[in-house]
């Protein structure tokens, strides 16, 4: 019987170590989700989490309207011709971001709606609220790094 | 009794633990369109963080990490002086005039060390071929003695080797103001790396550097005004350079100066093709190796200025290709000597040091094709 016990407590241990041990990779993890803004402050990105990855939309602009049309800007570099009317606000450029370690997100991809290319990408937050976020090409080295820091609404 | 409550309680345990991970999927069903993005507008830091000033503004030209080209300058006449002829008024008292074509690879290649929004550091490499191929000697001076046949029997053998290894650092002085420094190792000559080729001679490395002072009042401008030293007029000299790059509100022109060495005016079609039309002054000093000319050490004082049109565009995703025709008008052609001592002069504009020959190119159309992969 006091065996049996033992065991049972063994189990429940373990099963607790695993959860909470899970939970704070979560946690590490989750620490991406968030409003942040560009080097540049001309934009704002909502970082959320869908499913087991991480996203990235354009939720802020400093300067919403187009020059030329007067009307907000709209995705018109993209190479998808269909695509070239959405508009930039709510516009997701941060896509399929997995959480290796060490505060690293990687897998995914950065749009850049100047020129309408895809880069491969890397996320490093290299404090809690500054993340470092290289787009390549390729590999890491044929790339450019932007620093982004962590906001929040007032 | 015991085991069943130990048993709750791992469901308990369980249910705690694991409810973030249900509350994020369910996060997913949000319906984005219903957002309301004003509440983005007013929002506050996390601690402090600095801003730096963007190397770029909107719609340059992209820069290029990889590069591959060819370049052709049709049929070109060139008139020598004799050697030593060195006064204006004997320049062609005893010319020889031939004809020929170049042609040749380029190789260009700028990889990122540090890319960072506080600084920005690259190093690259420059390896351009001029092959000559001679097609006609036009005139012949009686004598046959003439110092063009030399020239010409090297240049037609060894062709000319231009290489370079530089580096840019690109620093941020605030968001707004930036410094720029470039440098740069040349090493150029008629040698090659084939088995009957001249080697090259390290001590025939020449230095170049700029430094520039600039700022950035917003996303379509940037002005930079510095100081280099240069082998771009084919010898070396001092003069001071000015950047002036700018785009126009409407973003469907712009220009691309960094005066003397380059200015464009840039018509964007769309954001992957683009027209630049403007001019490039090219040129260095290359060692003439294995000549026999009398004097020792001999250099060629090379300077072009390329006035042309380049088409740029996006093939695929990363890589672009850049279709660049113009005329070359010739700047300077002249022959050195470096003399026993073999250390290079500033002649710049007002130094009197003579020339060993004295040499003249037309005016001809020139070629370029290249295919470059592009940085973000």
Redo the contacts between chains.
């Keep these: 019987m006091n065996m049996?016990?033992l065991s049972?407590?063994f189990?429940?241990a373990f099963?607790?170590i695993l959860?909470?041990g899970?939970?704070q990779e979560?946690?590490k993890a989750?620490r991406l989700i968030g409003?942040w803004?560009p080097?540049?402050?001309?934009s704002?990105i909502?970082i959320?989490?869908?499913?087991t990855k991480y996203y990235g939309?354009i939720?802020?602009l400093k300067e919403p309207l187009d020059?030329?049309t007067k009307k907000a800007k709209v995705d018109k570099?993209n190479v998808d011709t269909s695509m070239r009317n959405v508009p930039l606000?709510?516009y997701r450029i941060l896509k399929d971001f997995n959480y290796k370690e060490k505060d690293e997100w990687s897998d995914g991809t950065i749009y850049?709606p100047?020129?309408?290319?895809v880069?491969s990408c890397v996320i490093n937050m290299k404090?809690?609220?500054?993340l470092?976020i290289?787009?390549?090409?390729g590999v890491k080295?044929?790339?450019?790094?932007?620093?982004w820091?962590?906001?929040?609404?007032? | 009794m015991a085991v069943k409550s130990l048993n709750n309680l791992a469901l308990f345990l369980f249910l705690i633990f694991s409810a973030p991970l249900f509350s994020q999927i369910d996060s997913t069903k949000t319906k984005e369109e219903e957002e309301d993005y004003s509440i983005y507008e007013n929002v506050e830091s996390e601690g402090k963080i600095k801003l730096y000033c963007n190397p770029k503004i909107f719609d340059l030209s992209p820069n290029r990490f990889i590069s591959v080209g060819y370049d052709y300058i049709a049929n070109s006449d060139l008139e020598s002086s004799k050697q030593g002829a060195y006064l204006s008024d004997d320049k062609f008292s005893n010319p020889r005039k031939t004809s020929f074509v170049n042609y040749g690879l380029r190789l260009n290649a700028n990889i990122p060390v540090v890319s960072k929004a506080k600084i920005l550091w690259q190093i690259g490499g420059v390896y351009n071929k001029t092959n000559f191929e001679e097609k006609k000697i036009i005139t012949q001076p009686v004598l046959h003695d003439h110092d063009q046949d030399e020239l010409m029997r090297s240049l037609n053998q060894f062709g000319l080797t231009y290489s370079n290894i530089n580096t840019t650092v690109f620093k941020p002085l605030s968001e707004k103001s930036f410094f720029i420094f470039q440098g740069m190792g040349e090493l150029n000559g008629n040698f090659g790396f084939s088995k009957n080729s001249n080697s090259p001679n390290l001590n025939t490395i020449r230095t170049s550097a700029s430094a520039l002072y600039g700022k950035r009042p917003h996303d379509r401008f940037q002005w930079a005004v510095g100081l280099t030293r240069t082998y771009r007029a084919g010898e070396l000299n001092y003069v001071p350079v000015v950047m002036y790059n700018y785009t126009s509100i409407n973003r469907k022109w712009g220009t691309e100066i960094l005066f003397p060495a380059r200015a464009s005016y840039r018509r964007k079609f769309n954001s992957r093709s683009i027209l630049l039309a403007g001019y490039e002054l090219e040129g260095s000093s290359y060692r003439l190796y294995d000549t026999s000319f009398s004097p020792k050490n001999i250099e060629l004082r090379r300077s072009e200025l390329r006035l042309r049109l380049d088409y740029q565009r996006q093939l695929k995703g990363f890589v672009w290709i850049a279709i660049q025709a113009g005329v070359r008008h010739n700047v300077n052609y002249n022959i050195d000597s470096l003399g026993d001592s073999n250390k290079d002069f500033f002649r710049g504009f007002v130094g009197t040091q003579k020339y060993v020959m004295l040499n003249n190119l037309s005016l001809v159309p020139y070629f370029n094709l290249s295919l470059n992969l592009v940085s973000p």
């Design positions: 049996l016990k049972k407590l189990s429940i099963m607790a959860v909470f899970f939970n979560e946690n989750d409003l803004e080097s540049n402050g001309k704002r909502k959320e989490k869908i499913g939309k939720v802020w020059p030329t570099n606000k709510g850049d100047e020129n309408g290319t880069y404090e809690n609220n500054v470092s290289r787009g390549y090409i080295a044929l790339g450019r790094t932007d620093s820091k962590k906001v929040t609404v007032k």
